[in-house]
């Protein structure tokens, strides 16, 4: 995610009614009505500890898997939604004094403690998961996180702002790759001071904290670039490329890219090119945000052009939000022999960038579409069935090779008062702890 809440949907939103609009004329342009925007009258079948082996070629989408029934537990009590959006009566707890408004104080709400896991904890596994989920953290003030991770040992750790915990992460097992990302950004720099120099400069504004955090293996750099236009792209590529090539003289290493969902257009990767060379190059790895709602296979399709603007029509299950990693690859990378880039979605989630595609409730985080989901049968709580919508994206990644797999947005906003709590993963924990002990 990034900066303010307010300014971030406002782009993202933009984005997101052009590739809604694009998709949609392109599959009536094919003659073909898009799946997954009619109303839903059967559930799809999310599969759960499907074995995978890469099969090629890729099967019909959507893809069917028999789904293995999770423990038996009580249903949990429904969790209530608060929305955004109140209704503000401005007289309503205030004393007339003459002339005057007072308000009485309100009593400070105390948040309950959240509850604690009614599933027992998967026994341990030997190696790594796998799955492709990984975590997103915001801190390191989740328990829960450690215990997954000594449990399951998910592929991927990522960490923002907070990373000596990470060494423990190492500890538990070094094969976990741990990315880290500082928020510090100069946007001041862009189109006005050399690219290179800028590239050179933020990795030595940040050298002491790379130093002190040894047991990062990728650092991040600016966080969801606004591409907006060719020059502008044209000189982040650089910058990035640049930053890559001095991390690994120093002896690090570099996460380029960072792009948010839904960006950029198909014209503007080509542009960037010069810094996914440079990632291959110099020990980098690629890294993108992808969100989506209701669920990840919504305005996914197969073989339909235009599903972004300028994109050609791919073999394979692509959108303009979720698996749009694969218009970078199929139609730029693999073509100029950069197929074998790594790639990382280091942010995951249900966001309703897609508006009300899908019949999509259209809200903030997955959570407020518990309910939703049990209302199309696609399990039996709201909890069970986030696991399931979870894996039918790892399923997906786990037939692209170049794919390192994606950090599931985010642990550490328990608390209602953060922003991101709508995201937070504290309640399935558990859950996603049992789903990656049996991805083996």
């Known amino acids: 995610m990034i900066k303010p809440r307010a300014?971030?949907?406002?782009?993202?939103?933009?984005?997101?009614?052009?590739?809604?609009?694009?998709?949609?004329?392109?599959?009536?342009?094919?003659?073909?009505?898009?799946?997954?925007?009619?109303?839903?009258?059967?559930?799809?079948?999310?599969?759960?500890?499907?074995?995978?082996?890469?099969?090629?070629?890729?099967?019909?989408?959507p893809m069917k898997a028999a789904t293995v029934e999770v423990a038996p537990t009580a249903t949990p009590p429904p969790v209530a939604f608060t929305p955004d959006h109140r209704l503000y009566l401005p007289l309503i707890g205030q004393v007339v004094e003459g002339d005057a408004f007072t308000t009485t104080p309100e009593p400070a709400a105390v948040a309950p403690p959240p509850p604690e896991p009614t599933l027992a904890w998967p026994d341990p596994i030997a190696g790594l998961s796998a799955s492709k989920l990984g975590l997103h953290t915001l801190g390191s003030g989740e328990?829960?996180?450690?215990?997954?991770?000594?449990?399951?040992?998910?592929?991927?750790?990522?960490?923002?702002?907070?990373?000596?915990?990470?060494?423990?992460?190492?500890?538990?097992?070094?094969?976990?790759v741990t990315i880290g990302r500082i928020g510090q950004e100069q946007p001041e720099w862009i189109n006005t001071t050399d690219p290179v120099a800028a590239g050179h400069a933020y990795v030595d504004l940040n050298l002491e904290q790379y130093r002190n955090n040894p047991f990062v293996d990728y650092w991040e750099g600016w966080n969801e670039f606004v591409p907006i236009e060719p020059a502008r792209m044209r000189w982040f590529a650089q910058f990035e490329a640049a930053r890559a090539c001095r991390m690994q003289a120093l002896g690090l290493r570099a996460a380029v890219g960072g792009f948010s969902v839904g960006v950029p257009e198909y014209a503007l990767m080509g542009d960037f090119?010069?810094?996914?060379?440079?990632?291959?190059?110099?020990?980098?790895?690629?890294?993108?945000?992808?969100?989506?709602?209701?669920?990840?296979?919504?305005?996914?399709?197969?073989?339909?052009?235009?599903?972004?603007?300028?994109?050609p029509a791919l073999s394979l299950p692509a959108g303009p939000?979720?698996?749009?990693?694969?218009?970078?690859?199929?139609?730029?990378?693999?073509?100029?022999?950069?197929?074998?880039?790594?790639?990382?979605?280091?942010?995951?989630?249900?966001?309703?960038?897609?508006?009300?595609?899908?019949?999509?409730?259209?809200?903030?985080?997955?959570?407020?579409?518990?309910?939703?989901?049990?209302?199309?049968?696609?399990?039996?709580?709201?909890?069970?069935?986030?696991?399931?919508?979870?894996?039918w994206y790892d399923e997906q990644m786990r037939r692209d090779s170049y794919v390192l797999g994606a950090t599931v947005y985010t642990a550490g906003?328990?608390?209602?008062?953060?922003?991101?709590?709508?995201?937070?993963?504290?309640?399935?924990?558990?859950?996603?702890?049992?789903?990656?002990?049996g991805q083996q």
């Open 7 to 61: 300014a971030a949907r406002v782009e993202r939103d933009i984005f997101a009614a052009v590739a809604v609009l694009s998709v949609m004329l392109g599959v009536v342009a094919c003659g073909q009505t898009s799946a997954p925007s009619a109303p839903l009258e059967a559930p799809t079948a999310y599969p759960i500890n499907a074995t995978l082996e890469a099969p090629s070629p890729y099967p019909p989408y």
């Open 143 to 176: 328990p829960r996180v450690m215990e997954l991770v000594r449990r399951v040992k998910p592929r991927l750790v990522k960490a923002v702002g907070d990373y000596g915990w990470l060494a423990e992460v190492k500890a538990v097992s070094p094969e976990i």
């Open 273 to 311: 090119l010069p810094a996914l060379e440079a990632a291959r190059r110099c020990g980098g790895i690629f890294h993108l945000h992808e969100y989506n709602a209701p669920t990840f296979d919504c305005l996914v399709t197969t073989g339909v052009p235009g599903i972004i603007p300028g994109a």
């Open 321 to 391: 939000f979720s698996l749009r990693y694969r218009f970078w690859y199929e139609g730029w990378l693999k073509p100029r022999g950069l197929g074998d880039l790594p790639l990382v979605i280091s942010e995951l989630g249900i966001d309703g960038v897609s508006g009300s595609a899908c019949n999509s409730p259209g809200e903030l985080g997955w959570k407020p579409y518990r309910d939703w989901w049990v209302q199309q049968g696609l399990a039996a709580d709201g909890d069970q069935a986030y696991i399931q919508v979870l894996a």
């Open 413 to 437: 906003a328990v608390s209602p008062a953060n922003e991101w709590h709508a995201f937070d993963l504290h309640e399935i924990m558990v859950l996603l702890a049992r789903y990656l002990a």
